[in-house]
């Protein structure tokens, strides 16, 4: 049993940032891509970015591109989200998600894995 556990939402101002963080347990952190998506009120939930097993490789939506960046510590099990310049448009619940398989993945259908969700306000 693999368990996604997400920390670091709240309430932020616009042009603001954010770290949200991502602790797995149950198995092998290294041989997992994580992902990060968010689902904002009436809306399907969304990719956001993505990192490979060793973190060398990172994927990110073009609405993302610039402002957030995924990376990850092995080490912690854990994978983060830091997030700059955040807009009320980023409003949302970010999942944490993972699957052992070895590629960039960035349909919610390939992720096995998933955490609760953390929310995330951004006032303007």
């Known amino acids: 049993q693999v368990q996604l556990v997400e920390s670091g939402g709240g309430l932020v101002q616009a042009g603001g940032s954010m770290r949200l963080s991502c602790t797995t347990s149950?198995?092998?952190?290294?041989?997992?891509?994580m992902g990060w998506f968010r689902q904002a009120p009436g809306k399907e939930r969304e990719f956001v970015a993505a990192i490979g097993w060793s973190g060398s490789y990172t994927r990110n939506a073009d609405s993302v591109k610039g402002r957030f960046t995924i990376s990850r510590d092995n080490a912690k099990n854990t994978v983060y989200l830091q997030m700059n310049s955040l807009k009320p448009e980023d409003t949302a619940v970010y999942y944490c998600?993972?699957?052992?398989?070895?590629?960039?993945?960035?349909?919610?259908?390939?992720?096995?894995?998933w955490g609760q969700g953390t929310q995330v306000t951004v006032s303007s």
């Open positions: 149950g198995r092998a952190f290294s041989r997992l891509t």
């Open positions: 998600a993972g699957d052992p398989k070895y590629a960039l993945l960035m349909s919610e259908d390939e992720y096995a894995y």
